[in-house]
């Protein structure tokens, strides 16, 4: 079984900086690319960032510039470090793992619960 665990949401005023991170945890061969997505109430969940296990990176038009996303391998974790927020950020953040187990099995899409970013003053 594995879990993906999101954590540091919350309130923040625009312009300011929050950083997310999502750990991933069970049973564990290999992390492939992770990412992050968000969703907001109405529409579709959407894609925020990835990045591979090499550190390669892409981020959506919306977030370019302003969001990295970083991730520690040793720790199986991933973060995303959002400065400049805009309330148009406000959304709860998804994280995604392609994840190989100890069994030899293939989770392309594990998911994390999700953690809400909230962007007002």
């Known amino acids: 079984q594995v879990r993906l665990v999101e954590s540091g949401g919350g309130l923040v005023q625009p312009g300011g900086s929050l950083r997310l991170s999502c750990a991933a945890s069970?049973?564990?061969?290999?992390?492939?690319?992770m990412g992050w997505y968000r969703r907001t109430p109405g529409r579709e969940r959407e894609l925020v960032a990835t990045?591979?296990?090499?550190?390669?990176?892409g981020y959506a038009e919306p977030v370019k510039g302003r969001f990295t996303i970083t991730r520690d391998n040793a720790k199986n974790t991933v973060y995303l470090q959002m400065n400049s927020v805009r309330p148009e950020d406000t959304a709860v953040y998804y994280c995604?793992?392609?994840?190989?187990?100890?069994?030899?099995?293939?989770?392309?899409?594990?998911w994390g619960q999700g953690t809400l970013v909230t962007v007002s003053s």
């Open positions: 990045i591979t296990n090499g550190g390669n990176t």
């Open positions: 995604n793992a392609d994840v190989r187990t100890t069994d030899r099995r293939r989770i392309p899409d594990a």
């Open positions: 069970g049973s564990i061969a290999i992390v492939g690319t």
